[in-house]
């Protein structure tokens, strides 16, 4: 199998298993990462590990794997490719934790970036060489990477196709956290359970909010905060988080 999935309580780890191409996403990966996304939310799945085996994370589109693709059968091919990989990693209902070692680039680096929360091993190498391969950043990395580091490092990752070491991502904001290289995937796990534990609706319309924060306004915020928050108000998880503060506990919360 080019994707193993590997369970730890109610996280699935998603584990890229393509090591000898360094993980590179060819067509048979790519349609078992969406089939993997589909069962995660129907399944009870509460948070997403995203790793690779072997050396590195992702080198990205396995350009080999499509043959010599132009015009409109290149533009069908990445609709069915990058595009619906990142739409279905930036829409998913359940939480993602990518954890990332060696390198990360191309269409890897778009779905570590898609995640909630990127953890990488100090080895990790971000690289968005599109460009120098005279093709047009896809997957919305153009669209990713000025909202965590800003127009002036984003052209520079993007145009000039400079490669990003793991201290500096962490630096510019690109990832979130940095781990060492043995303590990677515990580190992973540590986060993904600490989004699982948390009330799964409230989760659900924070993400929502967060993935939309460049694109409404203020008066849209205002209102969706005011109706979400009388929606959650109303459950067990509310009640409970309300009686953990005031008891000066850790909340037990159900899902409710």
């Known amino acids: 199998m080019e994707l193993l999935v590997e369970r730890s309580g109610?996280?699935?780890?998603?584990v890229l298993n393509r090591p000898d191409a360094y993980n590179a996403i060819d067509a048979a990966l790519r349609d078992q990462l969406l089939a993997a996304l589909d069962a995660a939310e129907s399944d009870g799945t509460t948070c997403v590990v995203l790793r690779g085996e072997g050396r590195g994370f992702c080198a990205g589109m396995d350009l080999r794997a499509g043959g010599a693709?132009?015009?409109v059968d290149l533009a069908q091919a990445m609709a069915r490719s990058s595009s619906?990989?990142?739409?279905?990693?930036l829409r998913s209902s359940v939480p993602i934790v990518s954890a990332v070692h060696g390198a990360c680039a191309g269409l890897g680096l778009t779905l570590a970036l898609a995640a909630d929360h990127c953890v990488a091993a100090e080895d990790a190498r971000f690289v968005a060489a599109f460009v120098g391969r005279s093709l047009v950043p896809d997957g919305a990395i153009a669209l990713l990477l000025p909202r965590l580091v800003g127009s002036a490092r984003a052209r520079r990752m993007l145009l000039f196709g400079?490669?990003?070491g793991a201290a500096d991502a962490y630096e510019w904001g690109m990832i979130g956290e940095l781990a060492g290289a043995a303590d990677l995937v515990e580190?992973?796990?540590a986060r993904a359970e600490t989004l699982a534990a948390l009330p799964g609706h409230?989760?659900?319309y924070t993400r929502s909010l967060l993935a939309r924060s460049f694109d409404i306004g203020l008066d849209t915020v205002l209102f969706e905060e005011q109706v979400v928050q009388g929606v959650v108000s109303t459950s067990d998880d509310y009640a409970?988080?309300?009686a953990a503060f005031f008891e000066k506990r850790p909340p037990r919360f159900t899902g409710h």
């Open 10 to 14: 109610g996280v699935a780890h998603f």
């Open 69 to 71: 693709k132009r015009g």
């Open 84 to 89: 619906r990989l990142t739409e279905r990693f």
């Open 162 to 164: 400079d490669q990003v």
């Open 187 to 189: 580190r992973a796990q």
């Open 202 to 204: 409230v989760v659900r």
């Open 240 to 242: 409970e988080g309300a």
